[in-house]
């Protein structure tokens, strides 16, 4: 079946412009991740929802990225007035609603990578 | 909070010589454990994962990995490196009580020299 999809794979923008990255999850996911990768680092998380509302956004660097999942499938992170030490691959994960071992499995798409010049 | 330690940002090994990826991590409740593998240009992929139960656990293409509480380690091995195996690993440390965010390391990346 179809995995995590994200769009666009890649984004190019100026400092300061505004920028959409879109996640559409695997159908059937409830829970919905987001992570940022920098050059050289591991990912680190940003915002995780549970159906349509934010569970955890501990993870977001600034009130500039903010993130949605209104019908609680696909989610869009929004990035306003971006600077150059935004640019990185976002990634985008989602998991189901059963329970393994009290775990429920993380399956990651593909990454947007975003270059803010 | 949690955190995890990669020891060795790259890693070079020989065709058929052992792989040893080192992977300490620190939390204050019991953690789940991961390692992830990342090829080029691709998403991450899980290899293996230890929640519960048996502290050795295998994984895909012939990885396994072994939960060490007292050293609080979670170290990733495989006994005869192929050349497919070159990528970058992760080691990733969750709680469950935290709606299961990864926290991870900061990779390891391994290199295979025929």
């Known amino acids: 079946g179809a995995g995590v999809s994200q769009t666009p794979s890649n984004k190019v923008t100026e400092k300061g412009k505004y920028v959409e990255l879109r996640c559409d999850p695997i159908?059937?996911?409830?829970?919905l991740y987001w992570y940022r990768q920098s050059l050289g680092q591991g990912p680190e998380f940003l915002i995780y929802?549970?159906?349509?509302?934010?569970?955890?956004d501990s993870g977001l660097p600034n009130d500039r990225f903010f993130a949605v999942r209104p019908e609680g499938s696909v989610s869009t992170l929004k990035i306003q007035r971006t600077e150059r030490g935004d640019s990185a691959v976002y990634l985008c994960?989602?998991?189901?609603?059963?329970?393994?071992?009290?775990?429920?499995?993380?399956?990651f798409g593909p990454g947007t990578r975003l270059t803010v010049l | 909070a949690q955190s995890v330690t990669q020891l060795g940002s790259h890693v070079s090994v020989s065709e058929g010589a052992l792989v040893l990826l080192r992977c300490n991590y620190s939390?204050?409740?019991?953690?789940?454990l991961f390692w992830y593998v990342q090829y080029p240009n691709q998403g991450l992929q899980l290899l293996l994962k230890?929640?519960?139960?048996?502290?050795l656990v295998k994984g895909i293409n012939g990885f396994e990995a072994e939960f060490k509480k007292s050293e609080t380690s979670f170290h990733l091995t495989k006994p005869s490196a192929h050349m497919s195996d070159a990528a970058e690993y992760f080691c990733?440390?969750?709680?469950?009580?935290?709606?299961?965010?990864?926290?991870f390391g900061g990779g390891t990346r391994v290199l295979v020299k025929p």
């Open positions: 939390s204050s409740v019991p953690p789940y």
């Open positions: 230890y929640t519960t139960g048996a502290t």
């Open positions: 990733a440390v969750s709680v469950g009580a935290a709606g299961n965010k990864l926290t």
């Open positions: 159908s059937g996911h409830t829970a």
């Open positions: 929802f549970q159906g349509t509302g934010a569970a955890d």
């Open positions: 994960a989602s998991s189901s609603g059963r329970r393994e071992g009290n775990y429920n499995e993380q399956f």
